[in-house]
């Protein structure tokens, strides 16, 4: 029995630096490659120990698939590649590379050259690491090498996200990295073939939400907003500069478009322009209404949101600002919010997951008075609201994906324990597969069972199809094909017992079987073989039946001879080991016809 090998160095039991170890097939293959934000020590990045004490990164990995471009799913990629040492294929879609660098440079300009980490990658390292990736479209089949082949199919989420399809022979595993199963404004809704893998290893991101309509949400959302700039207040929108900024942006454009309000909003210099290009150049991955309305107008040029700059934090009067990043880990966004958090006037609504150890968690988590690293208090009197515009599948959306995907076992990653452990339940419950949620470090083992492919002979399959046109084939069944088993070099073949005798130099002995029905009934034996003859030819009509002038029938290398007197009649059937199914059907068909008359 083949078995299929799964090590999270993270995501396991946790959100944030999402690195799966897959095993499949004698393969080994790294499923992203993220760093934690919630950590500035060696906890940021996997560890990856778990295989340099015995080997080399090269020598271990037969490639590295990368599901998206946000940082917690490929921020540790340069440090792993360039200071750990990895020189094999690193597999993204064309979106993912090309947005992936700037959002690895921006935030190593974050770390190192405003807070002078150290050990952290160079922007030198970025550009190395990137000349290794291939690009691979989506529903592209990509032989990594001769058996390991991958295909990437559409996942929402983010701009050129994809969950892939990796195989290995018969065993086949789905990693979906980050989706999202419901449509919005700027891109289409995850979708994959119904591919029935070996095992499904799926985000629990949001393993115990359903949320509410996506409508209210947003109505809720622009209430909020309203009521805080018509009250002259500031509202703070953490957001990461791809994905839900730009959701929210078409929203709030049409709405200050609809309600002619003067309020300015803004978003993170330099970062719209970036965005637009982006979107611009792969516009085929954005929603439908996005691609259909592009050629008239682009919904990602907006006439309302004008580019921030830092001196406008100072600035008095009602403002909605976008900065990144989106859990308030660093960057701008902390920088507006440690000076608008003790106005009470003022709202940071969150519109995404914070990762534990975020000022964005722990705000969210009721702290109301927080401590940083220079030993600075702050106090937060501004309304803390969130609202969920998240881009990962909801409950439903997981289960969804499992129903339609049908696969033999389920893992759950990325997620918080209690929830998985609660999904987990309703999960083995509606589809009664085995449904698993690791922690980091820990091996979970899937076996897997596949049949062996055998090439079947035609004289082969001739037979049958013959004798299925004895009675009609019933499809719950087994079909049961009588041959001889050969093996040839790597392959299998069933054939005709003959021609594997004649394959291996062998004489063949034929072996029969005979039975003998006595009747009673009047007239001739010729009477008697010719009610026979027309019994056999109504209910095989597509089978040649001969029936010789002494008055015996042979169909197929089954003989039917009858003899005795005027009285009583013998029917001798005789049959050879390979029409044993014909022969018994002939004489089970002649018992049945005295049995009724």
């Not at 922007?123 to 529903?139: E, Q, R």
């Not at 001739?462 to 001889?484: C, I, Y």
């Amino acid at each position: 029995m083949a078995e299929i090998k799964v090590t999270p160095l993270g995501a396991g039991q946790d959100v944030g630096r999402s690195c799966i170890l897959l095993t499949i097939g004698g393969k080994n293959i790294m499923l992203d490659c993220g760093m934690h934000m919630g950590f500035n020590d060696e906890r940021r990045f996997p560890d990856f120990t778990y295989i340099t004490k015995t080997e080399k990164l090269t020598d271990y990995f037969d490639c590295v698939i990368i599901s998206h471009f946000h940082l917690d799913h490929c921020g540790g990629l340069p440090y792993m590649s360039e200071i750990i040492g990895y020189d094999g294929p690193i597999y993204m879609t064309h979106p993912t590379k090309a947005i992936c660098p700037i959002l690895l440079e921006d935030y190593r300009k974050i770390m190192v050259d405003r807070k002078g980490e150290k050990d952290f990658f160079t922007s030198d390292m970025i550009k190395a690491c990137m000349k290794k990736v291939v690009t691979i479209n989506l529903h592209q089949s990509i032989q990594v090498d001769d058996e390991l082949e991958i295909k990437p199919y559409y996942a929402g989420h983010v701009l050129g996200a994809a969950m892939f399809h990796i195989r290995v022979g018969q065993q086949s595993v789905v990693y979906t990295g980050d989706y999202n199963m419901t449509p919005d404004r700027h891109l289409g809704a995850a979708s994959i073939d119904k591919c029935r893998p070996d095992l499904l290893i799926s985000e629990s991101t949001y393993a115990t939400t359903i949320r509410d309509s996506k409508r209210c949400r947003e109505r809720d959302f622009l209430k909020k907003v309203h009521d805080c700039v018509d009250k002259g207040g500031k509202v703070l929108i953490p957001v990461f500069a791809l994905g839900r900024a730009q959701e929210l942006c078409i929203l709030l454009e049409t709405y200050w478009d609809r309600m002619n309000l003067k309020v300015p909003i803004y978003f993170s210099l330099g970062l719209t322009e970036k965005a637009n290009h982006y979107y611009k150049l792969f516009i085929t991955w954005t929603s439908q209404k996005i691609k259909e309305t592009f050629v008239k107008r682009n919904l990602f040029e907006f006439s309302h949101i004008k580019p921030f700059d830092r001196a406008y934090i100072e600035n008095p009067g009602p403002m909605v600002v976008f900065a990144t990043p989106g859990m308030l880990h660093a960057g701008l966004s902390l920088q507006i919010f440690k000076k608008w958090a003790p106005v009470k006037e003022n709202m940071i609504i969150m519109p995404g997951y914070c990762v534990a150890g975020t000022v964005g968690h722990k705000i969210l988590n009721g702290v109301r008075k927080l401590e940083f690293e220079n030993k600075q208090t702050l106090d937060v009197r501004l309304s803390v609201q969130y609202m969920s515009f998240s881009a990962h599948a909801d409950a439903k959306g997981i289960m969804q994906l499992i129903s339609h995907c049908e696969p033999r076992s389920v893992m759950l990653v990325h997620g918080e324990a209690a929830k998985m452990g609660f999904l987990q339940s309703k999960i083995q419950q509606e589809f009664g597969v085995d449904c698993t949620f690791p922690a980091n470090g820990q091996t979970i083992t899937i076996p897997t069972k596949h049949s062996i492919s055998v090439d079947v002979s035609l004289s082969l399959l001739k037979r049958e199809a013959h004798l299925a046109s004895l009675s009609p084939p019933d499809p719950k069944k087994r079909k049961v094909l009588h041959g001889a088993l050969l093996v040839k070099g790597n392959k299998l073949q069933l054939v005709e017992p003959s021609h594997a005798f004649r394959e291996l130099g062998l004489e063949e002995h034929h072996l029969r079987f005979t039975c003998t029905v006595t009747v009673e009934e009047d007239g001739s034996i010729n009477q008697t073989a010719d009610k026979i003859y027309q019994l056999i030819r109504g209910k095989l009509k597509e089978c040649p039946v001969q029936y010789s002038s002494d008055g015996s029938i042979t169909v197929s290398d089954v003989l039917i001879k009858v003899s005795g007197d005027e009285d009583t009649k013998h029917i001798l059937v005789s049959w050879s080991h390979q029409d044993e199914d014909l022969g018994s059907y002939l004489l089970q068909l002649i018992r049945t016809e005295y049995t009724q008359t």
